[in-house]
């Protein structure tokens, strides 16, 4: 196999050259070689569209038929959409016969076709691409045995067509260079970990009212002035002591911790804790874990705690330094509305989080050195230190040493096992040899065998054979096959299997493959699909943007946000592993719940942190993604919705037809955050203008079907008001909402058919009869995200294929994935 260049050339170099290369293959020149396309364009276009009107800065009379060169290309293809949905010529225009507009299309679609078809034979539908942050960090991880993060020493990757794999926003800089460099000596530096055996694993329990910081709070009386030089320092029990717990609350201070535990080494650690509410009120009182170093903190975990004791359990990652901040939320408030500062402790009836004991276990170690040393240096032998002459690196001193027979001989086989396994395929002869020599000279220059091995690693870590694919235009070979499989379900390296498979190769036999593909969808580490598909799809990522107005939403919190996206990641995987229909996706009759999103969508009966499958009351409006929390949030604003928002949103994501974007000069609707005004009167304005109808009557539509979800996924009849209003209702006794109920939300409309509806239930049964378009636009995201390139022109057919197969088999999300992998195109650059 022939390898890339021993240099990194960007990408954006490689991608203009191949277009060049293309463009050379010059077989339509003129518009005289097309004369279907010369005579509509004449007839039904030139009127508008000449060198005088130039409508919408378009002058067909001057534009060459010339689809070998792609800006040509591109034009053409926009001019063939648009006529072939009816968009033009407009309405008010004399629609073309049938004898006219079938030639016309049938010519310029076989052309543009072929055109398309031309290019890829040359450079193939895939540009040369990297890893993106997220492969790279997974490769890195499972390549060298390490859970150290290096996503965010990276630069932002710039999505394309939707994704972060596409080779069009995946180009090389000098600063990205420059980082990988940093990336791979964090990594290293974290794998080749042979300071001193930390103490063996100890198992230990402790009591929060042993706790020192919890026991001084609790031992200074009442009233008692901690500051002489001011009388107002009085000291304020904000702890409640019982005889088997210490309560806390959210409203008080201090949060929960164990001061005597305080992890010396980074690790894994086993932790139990145990607790129940005190007073609940009919409410449990949410656990949260921290891991803090005084300057930032973790989320581990969090739990439902009720009246009855629970002990919880989980096994997380501590480092060295960090300490356990334990904090309660929905407590410290009474059912009069007064929290614990104002009431004494002992007198105070509002929820608290008694909290009993910790026991912490760790640190987790299968041996050490770790494993992450034998990945790197296999049966080198690796000695215990001279505990008399001590060496530290990096403040830590050094326990183990690395005794190779021969050093220069080790580098070599070390190196060439290493290269092999990164660059995801056998090495040819003398592939390895330029990072064996930087090895091997840095001996002879007096450097270590350990320190001219990091150098060694390092450059394979940053050659282009492991940041880069390597796939040649036409069929993959079984190699370049594995590793585009198990990017696509794994976002990481193939596996031994894979690799076996390859070599022998049995990969690309199409039973061996779905077997294959059906293997990585059962394994864990299809997670990584998951998340990183529906994350972009759906846009979760995006979930963080904005921040709730408290006045508004005092219910969004840390937790809502995480169930959110939690939620929605359990529903995709259901679908997936159900192999259930996408028609899911726009409707269902169960939902993926645990308590916190049961609640804020009124669904009674579901109780603790874990989601499960819920089936949905009848007459609900929830089902499918278009109503659940983290879509209606990431198209909001944090205070006010937009039906513009919504609506573009489930045109692009769901039915893949991205409206056009505005014309030039024309503002943005700015919604009445007094909410005097509602949004669709001010959209009602705003459509009265001429150059926006046509759009808006497109996007408006679903847009208003969500009207009657707020800017957290919640149900409203009402929008929420700072301005004037009713007073909103209590929905916790104690809870007083800052906000009241302004105008009335309607989610009425029309779609362009003639169709109406009145909500989001009705809006989605018209939805539904869209099934075949909104399985059409999910293959083409899909084949997006796993070959790296967007869907061409010449791609159409096959996207169209594909759906319909699927659909011939049930549209399973599962089988939809399987005709994705069978495709020539997923089998192809």
Request: proline fraction near 7%.
């Amino acid at each position: 196999m022939p390898t890339l260049s021993r240099s990194l050339i960007p990408i954006s170099t490689q991608a203009y050259a191949a277009t060049t290369l293309a463009a050379s293959f010059a077989f339509l020149t003129s518009l005289d070689a097309a004369p279907n396309i010369t005579s509509f364009v004449d007839q039904h276009c030139a009127e508008c569209h000449d060198a005088d009107v130039k409508k919408g800065g378009l002058d067909l009379t001057a534009l060459k038929w010339d689809p070998a060169k792609r800006e040509n290309f591109d034009e053409w293809v926009k001019i063939f959409d648009r006529v072939v949905t009816g968009e033009m010529p407009p309405a008010k225009k004399p629609r073309p016969e049938a004898t006219e507009l079938t030639p016309f299309l049938s010519s310029i679609k076989g052309e543009l076709h072929n055109a398309n078809m031309a290019r890829q034979k040359v450079t193939g539908r895939t540009l040369l691409r990297r890893l993106n942050r997220t492969e790279y960090e997974r490769t890195v991880q499972d390549l060298l045995g390490i859970q150290t993060p290096l996503k965010d020493i990276l630069p932002e990757d710039t999505p394309m067509h939707g994704f972060d794999t596409v080779a069009e926003g995946l180009r090389l800089s000098t600063l990205q260079i420059e980082k990988y460099l940093e990336a791979a000596d964090t990594a290293i530096e974290a794998a080749i970990n042979l300071q001193v055996a930390p103490a063996p694993s100890t198992k230990k329990q402790y009591f929060f009212k042993d706790d020192q910081g919890t026991r001084k709070h609790l031992d200074i009386a009442e009233g008692t002035i901690t500051n002489k030089n001011d009388p107002k320092s009085a000291h304020k029990h904000l702890l409640k002591e019982l005889p088997d717990a210490v309560v806390f609350f959210n409203e008080g201070y201090p949060s929960a911790k164990i001061h005597q535990f305080n992890p010396r080494f980074t690790g894994m650690y086993k932790l139990r804790l145990a607790g129940y509410v005190h007073q609940s009120m009919g409410h449990p009182v949410v656990m949260r874990v921290y891991a803090d170093n005084y300057r930032e903190k973790r989320l581990l975990g969090y739990f439902d705690i009720t009246e009855q004791p629970r002990v919880v359990e989980m096994t997380v990652m501590l480092k060295e330094g960090e300490h356990l901040n334990i904090q309660p939320s929905d407590s410290g408030v009474d059912a009069k509305g007064k929290n614990v500062y104002n009431i004494n402790v002992k007198e105070f009836t509002g929820p608290g989080l008694a909290l009993q004991w910790l026991e912490a276990e760790g640190p987790l170690l299968e041996s050490w050195p770790p494993p992450s040393v034998k990945k790197l240096f296999g049966d080198t032998p690796v000695n215990p230190t001279d505990p008399k002459k001590k060496t530290f690196r990096n403040n830590r001193q050094i326990g183990f040493e690395l005794a190779p027979v021969d050093p220069k001989a080790s580098a070599r086989q070390l190196l060439e096992n290493f290269a092999a396994r990164a660059f995801r395929r056998p090495l040819e002869a003398g592939e390895a040899d330029r990072f064996v020599k930087l090895s091997t000279d840095a001996m002879d220059a007096g450097d270590s065998f350990l320190d001219a091995m990091r150098l060694g690693f390092r450059a394979v870590l940053t050659a282009p054979q492991f940041l880069l694919f390597e796939e040649k235009p036409g069929k993959l070979d079984d190699y370049a096959l594995a590793s585009r499989l198990s990017y696509f379900l794994w976002s990481t390296l193939p596996d031994e299997t894979l690799m076996k498979l390859a070599a022998e190769k049995k990969l690309s036999q199409p039973e061996v493959l779905r077997a294959q593909t059906e293997r990585l969808l059962k394994d864990e580490k299809a997670k990584a699909f998951v998340q990183n598909f529906a994350g972009q799809w759906l846009d979760l990522r995006s979930i963080a943007a904005t921040s709730p107005d408290k006045r508004l939403y005092p219910e969004f919190d840390e937790l809502m946000q995480l169930g959110m996206v939690a939620e929605t990641e359990a529903f995709f995987a259901e679908i997936l592993k159900n192999n259930l229909s996408v028609s899911n996706f726009i409707d269902s009759k169960f939902a993926m719940l645990n308590r916190c999103m049961a609640e804020l969508y009124e669904i009674e009966g579901v109780k603790g942190e874990e989601f499960r499958k819920v089936a949905l009351p009848v007459g609900s409006p929830r089902g499918g993604v278009l109503t659940q929390a983290s879509v209606l949030k990431v198209t909001a604003n944090g205070t006010t919705t937009s039906p513009v928002m919504r609506g573009a949103w489930v045109l692009k994501r769901i039915l893949g037809q991205p409206p056009a974007p505005p014309p030039p000069g024309v503002g943005s609707v700015e919604p009445d955050t007094r909410g005097a005004t509602t949004i669709r009167e001010l959209l009602a304005l705003h459509r009265n203008v001429e150059s926006c109808a046509g759009c808006h009557s497109k996007i408006d539509p679903p847009g208003f079907a969500l009207e009657s979800f707020d800017v957290i996924g919640g149900w409203r009849e009402r929008y929420r008001s700072q301005g004037k209003g009713d007073a909103a209702p209590t929905k916790r006794p104690g809870r007083y909402p800052p906000y009241k109920l302004g105008p009335a939300v309607d989610a009425t409309g029309e779609l362009t058919d003639g169709s109406k509806f009145n909500g989001i239930v009705e809006f989605k049964q018209l939805l539904l009869k869209q099934e075949t378009q909104m399985l059409r636009a999910l293959t083409g995201k899909l084949l997006t995200y796993a070959s790296g390139a967007g869907i061409s022109f010449a791609d159409r057919a096959t996207v169209e294929d594909i759906a319909n197969r699927t659909a011939q088999q049930g549209s399973g999300l599962r089988t939809l994935v399987h005709e994705i992998v069978a495709s020539p195109a997923f089998q192809s650059k």
